[in-house]
């Protein structure tokens, strides 16, 4: 099983700043086909997780480009370019090179 | 936009079967995966497990002895039956469409299960 490890447990920023979010994986989540099965989803306050980036680096429908996603192997990183008032609430990394599909424990964004 | 609900009982025994039902609207069942992820209060994410529209599951080896996943396309729903449940099963229930690479980009709104005696 992999195991996912989100470094920060929260994060403070100032709306406008940029913003990073860090995941490491316990064995590599790069495939055969040359893809990293790694997405991030992010779970604000009161509601259901969303799809934001998969397969490391493709923004989902809908996300604002503000939100990248990169990495490959064993260490991702999601950014924010500037953060906004409504980016707060807990962003995950998943895991679905292999089952069972893990998440990190999540990193709670807050605004200063 | 496919919409997913579930519905099912909040307030379950220690040691009967939680049973969850999916109903998958704006969208068919057919030629997706479909799982079950949970959250205990204030906790994080556990993926239990998925099936294919066709019939075939994959389990978390953690749940795998207590659960069973099973699916009726003629419904467009599928269900989760979690049994022996203890308070460690407490925890809020989404069911997800799951994407041929693992993403899970439509999620319920989530149930809350609670168990108590």
């Given at each position: 099983e992999s195991v996912m490890t989100q470094s920060a447990l929260s994060l403070p920023v100032t709306p406008g700043e940029p913003a990073s979010i860090s995941c490491s994986s316990s064995q590599s989540l790069l495939h055969s086909d040359g893809y990293n099965y790694l997405d991030w989803y992010l779970q604000k306050p009161g509601q259901s997780p969303q799809l934001l980036i998969y397969l490391s680096s493709n923004r989902a429908s809908g996300v604002p480009d503000r939100f990248s996603g990169s990495g490959s192997g064993t260490d991702f990183t999601l950014k924010i370019s500037r953060v906004e008032a409504d980016?707060?609430?807990?962003y995950y990394c998943m895991q679905t090179l292999q089952t069972p599909y893990t998440f990190g424990q999540g990193t709670k964004l807050e605004i200063k | 936009q496919v919409q997913?609900?579930?519905s099912g009982p909040g307030l379950v025994?220690?040691?009967e079967t939680l049973s969850l039902t999916c109903s998958v609207s704006g969208g068919s069942i057919t030629y997706y995966w479909w799982s079950w992820v949970r959250q205990p209060p204030g906790k994080g994410l556990e993926w239990i497990g998925y099936i294919y529209y066709s019939g075939s599951t994959n389990y978390n080896p953690?749940?795998?002895s207590r659960v069973t996943i099973a699916?009726?396309?003629s419904k467009n729903q599928?269900?989760?039956k979690l049994n022996s449940v203890t308070a460690a099963d407490t925890a809020v229930y989404y069911c997800v469409r799951t994407l041929p690479n693992g993403s899970s980009d439509n999620w319920g709104q989530g149930t809350l299960v609670t168990v108590s005696s």
């Open positions: 980016d707060v609430g807990v | 997913l609900q579930e025994k220690p040691s953690s749940l795998r699916v009726d396309t599928f269900y989760l």
